[in-house]
């Protein structure tokens, strides 16, 4: 073979390999919502989120996503658990719900040491019970749990800390009404918390969403917000739940943020019934 012909056929080899190698892999991620809890209309409205964070979702590059009713007895969960590379629990009492049924708890358990991306959104993180709080904070870092919880509705800036986490990148400061559940309990552990969002509340600045990357390098992302179903009419929000997404897959987040507009009927309840 031409030693030419020989060199340029190797450049190429090497060119199409590193362009395969940068194609980023499909991760699956269940999206899990539940039917009303008792709430009113425009609050806890589980399904109708998981709609918008798939609306989000697809459009990002290698992302596929199932949205799960995740309503007891939820029988095949853990199966689809085990093919899943991330989860988004979005749901009433997640952390009692998660502690229901030990073979949930061994999937998701399973799932996090698969360095499975694991984010929790508002009272998907909750329990009144005390007991939960323990085998949820292993898992997502942070927990709004126990008779002492704190939340409150409240009109105030939600801002990124300084210096900015990753997965605020687009993300500005952002006048809103909303309920925030606040003084999380957070997981003692060996790699930190660290806090994204934070909110003051009566005098204080409040830790609303939280970044963990565990022990085994697998990561979580929480955010207490967005009881009111109408902010996710915020682009800041948006981009937020989709960047938490990203980073829990360990996926790279646009300099500028990702693109996050949707179908504005998504915004509409009607959908989600």
């Known amino acids: 073979m031409p030693r030419p012909f020989a060199t340029a056929l190797f450049v190429w080899f090497v060119i199409a ?29 589980y399904v109708a989120g998981m709609k918008i964070v ?3 979702l697809a459009k990002q590059p290698g992302i596929a996503t199932t949205l799960e009713s995740a309503d007891e007895p ?22 009692v719900w998660l502690s229901a049924d030990p073979r949930r708890l061994d999937a998701f358990a ?11 959104i508002h009272w998907g993180m909750g329990t009144k019970a005390v007991e939960p709080i323990q085998p949820w904070l292993q898992l997502f870092g942070g927990c709004h749990g126990g008779p002492d919880r704190r939340f409150k509705v409240i009109d105030a800036t939600l ?29 003692k552990s060996s790699t930190p918390i660290e806090p994204v969002l934070q909110v003051e509340i009566e005098g204080r600045r ?9 022990p085994d390098g697998g990561r979580s992302f929480g955010f207490s917000g967005l009881h009111f179903h109408d902010n996710w009419r915020h682009e800041s929000y948006r981009r937020l739940i989709t960047h938490g997404v990203l980073w829990s897959l ?6 500028g943020g990702a693109d996050v507009a949707i179908d504005t009927q998504l915004l509409k309840l009607a959908e989600s019934k």
Do not use: C, M
């Open 110 to 120: 399973s799932l996090a040491a698969r360095k499975g991306g694991l984010v929790v």
């Open 159 to 187: 801002e990124p800390v300084a210096p900015p986490h990753v997965i605020t990148r687009g993300v500005s400061p952002l006048p809103v009404h909303e309920e925030f559940y606040y003084a999380l309990k957070f997981v």
């Open 74 to 95: 939820w029988n095949d969960g853990p199966q689809k658990l085990r093919e899943a590379d991330g989860a988004v629990v979005f749901l009433s009492q997640g952390a």
């Open 206 to 214: 409040e830790t609303v969403a939280w970044a963990w990357t565990r």
């Open 250 to 255: 360990g996926r790279e987040i646009p300099v």
């Open 54 to 56: 798939a609306a989000l």
């Open 17 to 45: 390999t590193l362009a395969y190698g940068a194609e980023p892999s499909n991760k699956r991620v269940l999206l899990l919502g539940q039917k009303p809890d008792g709430h009113p209309p425009g609050t806890h409205e």
